[in-house]
């Protein structure tokens, strides 16, 4: 009579499983930024960048090469940086369309096989408008490809297209962030987006545990009418009968000090085979 049964590596398996949910009209944060006066300009400073209806941003020069390191380093050529430092002297260059990796190495938005089409503003009138997403909302990642909103969609490679296919930003799908590009030559700055419907996702880790009775195993019950008349010992005439087999309601699973950590109960009682292997399979999200 099995009364506890180790279980085996092989008894146990976790699986990974991504959940996915849906955001509908869901408002974002948005942040701006505009290089106003031209490239190279005597007066080029700190104060090119000022705010147009973006809030919770004091320094928006801060903001923009912020994102221009984070997220458009890897695509932009070497000269982008004429001289000095960001922050006071002009900007020069520009953005390609390809992974150059020449200016910075570091590129956490680069996924693999997405193929991003950059671009970056660096001219007068050039600006960002950032939104953003807290992990709270969106889980793990954005589901590529999910992403729409009025005046444009998601083209599942980061990019946001327009109703003519133009790109109007990037989407970095693991960091929550909406990039919007644009100048005053290509519809007045880049576009706002207010409200927007996403598929947010995370991982939950399916564990099964297969717990297998012999055929004698587990052949006790603890059914009260087991009992003798005295009501202390099992009626040894029915549990020696061959058609003596119990049903399983309860399994429980136990660390090794035999502490109960978990209690699975059966939907309906299940006859353990005298003859052959009985399993279970005991399932738990997490």
Same mark, same amino acid.
């Given at each position: 009579m099995g009364v506890f049964k180790k279980l085996k590596g092989d008894d146990v398996r976790v699986t990974p499983l991504t959940i996915k949910f849906k955001k509908s009209a869901y408002s974002v944060d948005n942040y701006m930024g505009i290089n106003k006066n031209p490239v190279g300009s005597s007066s080029a400073d700190i104060n090119d960048f000022y705010d147009s209806g973006g809030v919770g941003v004091e320094n928006f020069a801060l903001l923009y090469n912020s994102i221009r390191q984070l997220y458009y380093g890897s695509f932009i050529t070497q000269n982008f940086l004429s001289s000095g !430092?960001?922050?006071?002297?002009?900007? !020069? &260059?520009s953005v390609d369309q390809k992974h %150059? &990796?020449?200016?910075?190495?570091?590129?956490?938005?680069?996924?693999g096989s997405l193929s991003y089409l950059r671009y970056f503003p660096t001219q007068s009138d050039g600006g960002i408008r950032v939104h953003t997403i807290p992990t709270s909302d969106f889980g793990e990642s954005i589901v590529p490809g999910t992403i729409s909103a009025s005046n444009v969609t998601d083209d599942a490679t980061g990019n946001l297209l327009d109703s003519s296919g133009n790109?109007?930003?990037?989407?970095? @799908?693991?960091? &929550?962030? $909406?990039?919007?590009?644009?100048?005053?030559?290509?519809? @007045?700055?880049?576009?706002? %987006? !207010?409200? $927007?419907?996403?598929f947010g996702s995370y991982t939950v880790y399916a564990t099964q545990y297969k717990c297998t009775a012999g055929p004698n195993e587990f052949n006790a019950s603890m059914n009260p009418t087991l009992l003798t008349t005295s009501s202390t010992e099992y009626d040894q005439s029915i549990i020696d009968s061959p058609?003596?087999?119990? @049903?399983?309601?309860? $399994?429980? %699973?136990y660390n090794e000090n035999q502490e109960l950590m978990m209690v699975a109960k059966l939907g309906q009682p299940v006859q353990l085979n005298p003859y052959t292997d009985t399993n279970f399979i005991v399932r738990i999200d997490k």
């Open positions: !430092s960001a922050f006071s002297t002009g900007i !020069s &260059g %150059l &990796g020449t200016f910075s190495r570091f590129d956490p938005s680069f996924q790109v109007k930003g990037n989407i970095f @799908y693991d960091q &929550g962030i $909406i990039v919007t590009t644009g100048t005053n030559g290509d519809g @007045y700055g880049p576009i706002t %987006l !207010s409200s $927007i419907d996403f058609e003596f087999m119990p @049903y399983v309601t309860t $399994i429980g %699973l």
